[in-house]
T-cell receptor, first 112, second 115 residues
Framework: EAEVAQSPRYKITEKSQAVAFWCDPISGHATLYWYRQILGQGPELLVQ????????DSQLPKDRFSAERLKGVDSTLKIQPAELGDSAMYLCASSLAAVEQYFGPGTRLTVT | AQSVTQLDSQVPVFEEAPVELRCNYS??????LFWYVQYPNQGLQLLLKYLSGSTLVKGINGFEAEFNKSQTSFHLRKPSVHISDTAEYFC?????????????FGQGTTLQVKP
């Protein structure tokens, strides 16, 4: 069964350092999402791609976060510089039709 | 704008007992409804979904949910829980018109199944 792949699974970084997360969606899924899930809360959408184009990045803190999906397949989410409040689970999801989204295992980020 | 309220942050229950996790939503448009499960340090797995048709939806692992439009609710139920059902459960809504819009999640309910 096809799955969304994410790496790394865990990342510990120091405040003010740069960090990057990678996501490989299910083959053929044109829509890719990045969510942030703070401990004890539900996921919140950071950015949505349709192929290589950004559809929604209204909740992405653009002063420090960036996301790209250059060839419309895999995607990278970057934080620079990381802050203590960025500690969270970062989830990637993909979909063929926008309604049903398939989630990857996530990257647990701890900023010290 | 849509919003989702999960009425219980934690639900403790004994093994083999029935359970209900409550979810209410608010929306000015028709919505699609979902329940996801998340095990510790894992991603979200789809349990079930309501898109249209029968208001009683059956999902994986013996879970089911009932869509109640008049009460804007989508409660999740299981007649007999197992220890392995211990996890975080999230209710989510998606606007039902077209492919635009985004998935809005509730705050989650922790189901704790005790032996």
């Amino acid at each position: 069964e096809a799955e969304v792949a994410q790496s790394p699974r865990y990342k510990i970084t120091e405040k003010s350092q740069a960090v990057a997360f990678w996501c490989d969606p299910i083959s053929g899924h044109a829509t890719l999402y990045w969510y942030r899930q703070i401990l004890g809360q539900g996921p919140e959408l950071l950015v949505q791609f349709q192929d290589e184009s950004v559809v929604d990045d209204s909740q992405l803190p653009k002063d420090r976060f960036s996301a790209e999906r250059l060839k419309g397949v895999d995607s990278t989410l970057k934080i620079q510089p990381a802050e203590l409040g960025d500690s969270a689970m970062y989830l990637c999801a993909s979909s063929l039709a926008a309604v049903e989204q398939y989630f990857g295992p996530g990257t647990r980020l701890t900023v010290t | 704008a849509q919003s989702v309220t999960q009425l219980d942050s934690q639900v403790p229950v004994f093994e083999e007992a029935p359970v209900e996790l409550r979810c209410n939503y608010s929306s000015s448009v028709s919505v699609y409804l979902f329940w996801y499960v998340q095990y510790p340090n894992q991603g979200l797995q789809l349990l079930l979904k309501y898109l249209s048709g029968s208001t009683l939806v059956k999902g994986i692992n013996g879970f089911e949910a009932e869509f109640n439009k008049s009460q804007t609710s989508f409660h999740l139920r299981k007649p007999s829980v197992h220890i392995s059902d211990t996890a975080e459960y999230f209710c989510a809504v998606f606007p039902g018109s077209g492919n635009t819009g985004k998935l809005i999640f509730g705050q989650g309910t922790t189901l704790q199944v005790k032996p």
